[in-house]
T-cell receptor, first 112, second 111 residues
Framework: DVKVTQSSRYLVKRTGEKVFLECVQDMDHENMFWYRQDPGLGLRLIYFSYDVKMKEKGDIPEGYSVSREKKERFSLILESASTNQTSMYLC???????????FGPGTRLLVL | GQNIDQPTEMTATEGAIVQINCTYQTSGFNGLFWYQQHAGEAPTFLSY????GLEEKGRFSSFLSRSKGYSYLLLKELQMKDSASYLC????????????FGTGTRLLVSP
């Protein structure tokens, strides 16, 4: 079974803090993705990576950066957290186009 | 631009059949995924359609018409555990497997 894990289920941070969200997959997948999910807006792609050290902007990259130093690990960084980044963050991984993305359990981030 | 349209909410009774429609406009198209997401949980894969037509998988079937930009998910013999959101996600053809998700259809199954 594919397993995608995220470092925290719930996180509370203060405005201006630097926040790291970590995602690890155990299936040697090439592609990894970070989404945020907000009521009424659905899942929106922040960044994705198709190989180690490679990254591509998604639809809403502003205020975020990512790091992929190892194949199994993809980190999302909020350089200076803001209240409008309060959201559910979902990580996903996949092997090839046409194959499903497997999602982690999500991190619910609250920025005060 | 990219646009995915699904009904926001649907209700049905246990044992019934429900059809969840999705229309999409995307720049480039490879295929279309359907995911199920229970409240507070991660989305899980239901189906993937590349070719036109109906694909059946147990109680769930998915249909695709590429020329019309239209898909539907058909759920038969509804059970209470089918109460969830259903996400339509067309896949672009950039080679990077970039999915665009609709806002999802929340299905409530009542006894």
């Amino acid at each position: 079974d594919v397993k995608v894990t995220q470092s925290s289920r719930y996180l509370v941070k203060r405005t201006g803090e630097k926040v790291f969200l970590e995602c690890v997959q155990d299936m040697d997948h090439e592609n990894m993705f970070w989404y945020r999910q907000d009521p009424g807006l659905g899942l929106r792609l922040i960044y994705f990576s198709y190989d180690v050290k490679m990254k591509e902007k998604g639809d809403i990259p502003e205020g975020y950066s990512v790091s992929r130093e190892k194949k199994e690990r993809f980190s999302l960084i909020l350089e200076s957290a803001s209240t409008n980044q309060t959201s559910m963050y979902l990580c996903a991984s996949s092997f090839l186009p046409g194959e499903t993305q497997y999602f982690g359990p999500g991190t619910r981030l609250l920025v005060l | 631009g990219q646009n995915i349209d699904q009904p926001t909410e649907m209700t049905a009774t246990e044992g019934a059949i429900v059809q969840i429609n999705c229309t999409y406009q995307t720049s480039g198209f490879n295929g279309l995924f359907w995911y199920q997401q229970h409240a507070g949980e991660a989305p899980t894969f239901l189906s993937y359609n590349v070719l036109d037509g109906l694909e059946e998988k147990g109680r769930f079937s998915s249909f695709l018409s590429r020329s019309k930009g239209y898909s539907y998910l058909l759920l038969k013999e509804l059970q209470m555990k089918d109460s969830a959101s259903y996400l339509c996600a067309p896949e672009g053809n950039t080679g990077f497997q970039k999915l665009v998700f609709g806002t999802g259809t929340r299905l409530l199954v009542s006894p």
